[in-house]
């Protein structure tokens, strides 16, 4: 069974807008697109809101109120070889769209097939980003601002539109009965008087950090600092976690691997009941942020300043040269150690934004909230079933 979920008490739209959001690929841009989608909302109280995924980030916002439905996008092949599947694929995804007739949509992807698609699809009116001038299917493009944060940049798409945002703070949710697998899972697993959750793997290697300095550190914040350490992947990382574990030594019986236990939904709920996060630059501790976790993240080859935990109490650890191998273990530690110290609970963080209209950065204080609200059903929906 398909399963969707319309947000309840929510009068039809005068204006019949239907809206379609297209943010596919990696789960941590997915997260990042959380504060548009609720200032969007706010914007179109009434409107039928649908994002179009891929099928490995969809479990991102599966519990997120501010959409109706999750459609599923199978990425087309491309390359010159596949040039005419490529085209294929694309139609058909746009035909599946025109029969939802979507009044607008926003590509916060940027890709040539993510703008056609909408395009093909006939949606009057078609807003994203210019990444060079060229030809690009948008009725209207916002240039991108050079190492300005994700998030952000998501909503300069609505205030180019003159669409008021909030402060841009971050949230997540979890289902409940996700919430009570893990609550179960961590009754069997005494230790520690603090957990972390890390993530020591990505999809790019040249994120990655050594595992044995990762090992010296993990085996640090469970002798010194009493900690208990959490993983959980995809099924190609649990190789890397079982190795930190031995490197680990006796404390590696505090080291626990939940992958094969947990979907992506679940590991949502399991990084919300974390003390800290610590990890290289991938999805999770983007997650982890959104629930207002402290976490620490190691970055090389990507800027700290685009992809820095959005609006959490947080430390950067970036190679000075892009080379994860010259970050050493004592900088590590010592970031996790103030994080540690820090008072619980959410604490303000510097804000950074732009004002489009007076073409100047603006900086303010505001503090992380995170909502509690649940959607008590997933809105999920492949796109091939989308009618």
């Known amino acids: 069974m398909i399963a969707t979920n319309t947000i309840s008490g929510r009068a039809a739209d005068p204006a019949g807008e239907r809206i379609l959001v297209i943010r596919n690929r990696f789960i941590g841009d997915t997260v990042l697109a959380i504060p548009f989608l609720r200032n969007l909302r706010r914007r179109f109280p009434a409107a039928v809101i649908d994002v179009l995924v891929e099928p ?5 916002l599966a519990d997120c109120p501010y959409i109706d439905e999750i459609l599923e996008w199978r990425r087309p092949h491309g390359g010159l070889a596949g040039l005419g599947s490529l085209l294929v694929s694309i139609g058909r995804q746009a035909a599946i769209l025109r029969n939802r007739h979507y009044t607008r949509a926003y590509v916060l992807k940027r890709s040539f097939t993510s703008a056609l698609v909408t395009r093909w699809a006939g949606i ?5 980003f210019a990444k060079r001038l060229r030809c690009s299917g948008l009725t209207h493009s916002l240039p991108l601002k050079s190492g300005r944060h994700e998030a952000e940049l998501f909503l300069d798409l609505l205030r180019s539109e003159r669409i008021e945002v909030d402060d841009g703070h971050n949230e997540n949710w979890t289902s ?12 069997a697993r005494r230790g ?7 993530a020591p793997r990505s999809t790019d290697v040249h994120r990655e950090w050594p595992l044995e300095r990762f090992a010296a550190v993990l085996r640090w914040m469970v002798e010194k600092q009493d900690c208990q350490i959490f993983f959980c992947g995809a099924a190609d990382d649990r190789d890397a976690h079982t190795m930190l574990a031995a490197l680990s030594g006796a404390a590696g019986r505090q080291m626990h691997d939940l992958s094969c236990e947990l979907s992506l939904r679940e590991t949502a709920a399991l990084i919300a009941r974390m003390d800290l996060c610590l990890g290289v630059d991938t999805g999770l501790p983007h997650i982890a942020a959104s629930f207002g976790i402290p976490t620490a993240v190691l970055y090389g080859p990507t800027d700290p300043r ?5 609006k959490t109490t947080s430390e950067i650890i970036a190679a000075g040269n892009g080379s994860m191998a010259e970050i050493t273990v004592e ?9 540690l110290a820090a008072p619980s609970g959410r604490k303000p963080t510097s804000l950074r934004s732009f004002d489009l209209r007076q073409g100047r950065y603006d900086y303010g204080v505001a503090a992380s909230r995170v909502s509690a609200r649940a959607a008590a059903v997933p809105a999920t929906k492949p796109l091939a079933q989308a009618h």
């Open 56 to 60: 490995a980030a969809m479990a991102v």
């Open 176 to 187: 409940p009965a996700a919430a009570t697998k893990v609550e179960r899972l961590l009754a």
């Open 331 to 339: 900088e590590v530690t010592a970031a996790v150690s103030r994080l």
């Open 124 to 128: 009057p009116r078609r807003v994203g």
């Open 306 to 310: 685009k992809w820095h935990p959005w």
């Open 192 to 198: 520690g008087s603090r957990r972390v959750f890390v």
